[in-house]
T-cell receptor, first 114, second 113 residues
């Protein structure tokens, strides 16, 4: 298994500003992902955070809006840039340790944009 | 493209009743299926993982079955308790999608005392 922490747990931000979310894992993992969950919706994959290289973004998500860093195998950040109220969501970090392919999620960051 | 559906979207039962949550998926070519629990405004907790070669997995009061050929999984929660109130999400890992999970819309469960 893996224990994941995220900072901040929640934030209220003004439109036009940016927020950086941190994800820390208690063990080294190769596969790390960032998801978004809009109110009342299921999860949508934003990108796969690759260690030492640029993240791989899903359709509809771009690096300028959601820059991601992955400096090592236990840490990643997601920045939500130039925020608008439509960015109000829960942002979740997730990891896929080796072995049986069981995926684990962090506690989420609840973002409200005014 | 893999699609995952969970019916019903919401369910309310009295305490003590058994819960039956359904998940269906369109493409049987999967590595595994995972059930998660999500409390309001929180992250996901992994409940059970079923590999494609398995028929079921059990953990305490939870039992999940998998019928890959028909594209169905069922999560059973025995003797429900108010603490079981949460949203339950089903996700499959399609072989065609590499390491990416495809999620269902979830079933929101309320267990009334």
């Amino acid at each position: 298994s893996a224990v994941i922490s995220q900072k901040p747990s929640r934030d209220i931000c003004q439109r036009g500003t940016s927020l950086t979310i941190q994800c820390q894992v208690d063990s080294q993992v190769t596969m790390m992902f960032w998801y978004r969950q809009q109110p009342g919706q299921s999860l949508t994959l934003i990108a796969t955070a690759n260690q030492g290289s640029e993240a791989t973004y899903e359709s509809g998500f771009v690096i300028d809006k959601f820059p991601i860093s992955r400096p090592n195998l236990t840490f990643s950040t997601l920045t939500v840039s130039n925020m608008s109220p439509e960015d109000s969501s829960i942002y979740l970090c997730s990891v896929l340790p080796g072995g049986e392919l069981e995926q684990f999620f962090g506690p989420g960051t609840r973002l409200t944009v005014l | 493209k893999q699609e995952v559906t969970q019916i019903p979207a919401a369910l309310s039962v009295p305490e003590g009743e058994n819960l039956v949550l359904n998940c269906s998926f369109t493409d049987s070519a999967i590595y595994n299926l995972q059930w998660f629990r999500q409390d309001p405004g929180k992250g996901l907790t992994s409940l059970l993982l079923i590999q494609s070669s398995q028929r079921e997995q059990t953990s305490g009061r939870l039992n999940a079955s998998l019928d890959k050929s028909s594209g169905r999984s069922t999560l059973y929660i025995a003797a429900s308790q108010p603490g079981d109130s949460a949203t339950y999400l089903c996700a499959v890992r399609p072989i065609a999608a590499g390491n990416k999970l495809t999620f269902g819309g979830g079933t929101r469960v309320l267990v009334k005392p």
